[in-house]
């Protein structure tokens, strides 16, 4: 596990996740957008690390779902101001779709499998 922090720019070897610094001439400049979180919440550097801190904790331990100290996890979602289960939901959402593990290979010419191959991949049948 290892977050890579620069004064721009927060990211995660173990999650697909990213905190930015907003650098416009505004009111936020300065503060911190989380990729997982809505555009409109500004973070501290301080509080966009805990989430990055937090988004790792979550998704190493998903697995092993006794594994999570959930106190812990709970304090770094305080400190964004969400729930553990906000945090936990919110990354769900971004998960990419789909089994991690590859399809069985599917034989073409067993008719019992081929439309259910063909459901399996979007394709509609009908019986006549």
């Known amino acids: 596990m290892a977050i890579t922090a620069t004064g721009w720019l927060i990211t995660s070897d173990v999650v697909h996740e990213a905190a ?3 650098d416009l001439p505004e009111q936020d400049r300065g503060k911190w957008v989380l990729s997982y979180l809505p555009t409109n919440r500004r973070l501290s550097r301080n509080q966009a ?3 990055m801190v937090l988004a790792e904790m979550i998704v190493l331990e998903q697995p ?5 100290d959930h106190e812990v996890a709970q304090l770094h ?10 945090v936990m939901s919110l990354l769900a ?3 990419p779709a789909g089994s991690t593990e590859p399809e069985p290979p599917v034989d073409p010419t067993d008719d019992r499998l081929r439309s ?3 459901l399996a991949h979007g394709v509609t049948s009908f019986a006549a």
């Not at 092993?64 to 999570?68: D, I, S, V």
């Not at 979602?77 to 906000?86: N, P, Q, S, Y």
Request: with cysteine; proline share 4%.
């Open 64 to 68: 092993h779902p006794a594994g999570l």
């Open 116 to 118: 259910a191959a063909a």
């Open 77 to 86: 979602a305080t400190e964004l101001d969400c729930t553990l289960h906000d």
């Open 20 to 22: 930015f610094r907003i």
């Open 49 to 51: 690390m805990a989430g």
């Open 93 to 95: 959402l971004r998960a």
